[in-house]
């Protein structure tokens, strides 16, 4: 009887896959598989997490859906605001920083917040891709004893939340704000509109700052809908989600969500 031997050759796919778990686990240098380099910080130590909504106007990140897993982030990655909901991928680059960096952590974050520039070498300066975090997200990518900075590598990601997207109003009868939150998919606001039920027409909302948008109409005593369209392209018409009694510092959530 003769024995035969069958070889299997791994397939390229196969390697592929391997090169992608060693990269994503072991950190990069360069700018690979979507992942970039930057920094991290934290702040807050002495605040709750949840008030870290700062420039994007989120007055409770836990009760806008983004949790305590937030950040501030430099102009480079803010953009004036519409970065505001944005998800981000993070983890320490353990190659660079072995000492403090935990082995393969890695978090998602949510941009809330703006880390300002001091024009003097600081890590939010221009052209500088930084995540200002909270201490609970800075910790869990982190040793604890490291009080300073860490080099990361981040990648944006879509935003998973729960339930649909929030509205709250604000403002007063000829100056109408919502602040819109809990957004999914890419995060970030590219566009808004607004329907009254007896304006019957979408009007374009302007953004006001951060995640509130304005508009200069009288929508007292109708039903509100909006229209969103994220920084990818994708559009959702919330229809009929704020009832006509409504009463501004109320806040409505939809049942849809971009997913």
């Not at 998602?108 to 200002?132: E, I, L, Y």
């Not at 869990?140 to 490291?146: E, F, K, M, S, T």
């Not at 302007?206 to 809908?225: E, K």
Request: with cysteine; glycine share 12%; charged share 15%.
């Amino acid at each position: 009887m003769v024995n035969a031997v069958i070889v299997v050759k791994p397939s390229v796919s196969f390697w592929h896959f391997l090169l992608f778990v060693g990269v994503v686990f072991e950190g990069i240098h360069g700018q690979a598989n979507g992942w970039l380099n930057g920094h991290a910080t934290f702040y807050g130590a002495n605040q709750s997490p949840a008030t870290l909504g700062g420039a994007c106007g989120y007055d409770n990140t836990v009760h806008a859906g983004f949790g305590v897993n937030t950040a501030a982030v430099s102009g480079a990655l803010f953009r004036g605001g519409e970065a505001c909901g944005a998800c981000y991928q993070v983890m320490c680059n353990y190659n660079v920083d072995p000492k403090w960096c935990i082995r393969r952590a890695v978090i998602t974050v949510t941009a809330t917040n703006f880390c300002p520039p001091n024009n003097n070498g600081g890590w939010c300066d221009p052209p500088r891709q930084h995540f200002d975090m909270s201490m609970p997200a800075f910790f869990r990518l982190a040793r604890q004893g490291n009080e300073g900075i860490i080099p990361v590598i981040y990648q944006r990601v879509a935003c998973r939340r729960r339930g649909g997207v929030r509205f709250t109003l604000k403002g007063h009868s000829n100056f109408n704000m919502v602040m819109f939150s809990n957004v999914g998919g890419s995060g970030d606001i590219k566009n808004v509109w607004i329907r009254g039920s007896r304006t019957g027409t979408w009007v374009p909302m302007h953004r006001n700052w951060g995640a509130n948008w304005q508009s200069s109409l009288d929508l007292q005593n109708q039903v509100l809908s909006f229209r969103l369209r994220l920084v990818d392209g994708k559009i959702i018409n919330f229809l009929n989600v704020v009832p006509s009694r409504w009463r501004f510092g109320q806040t409505f959530a939809s049942k849809n969500q971009f997913y």
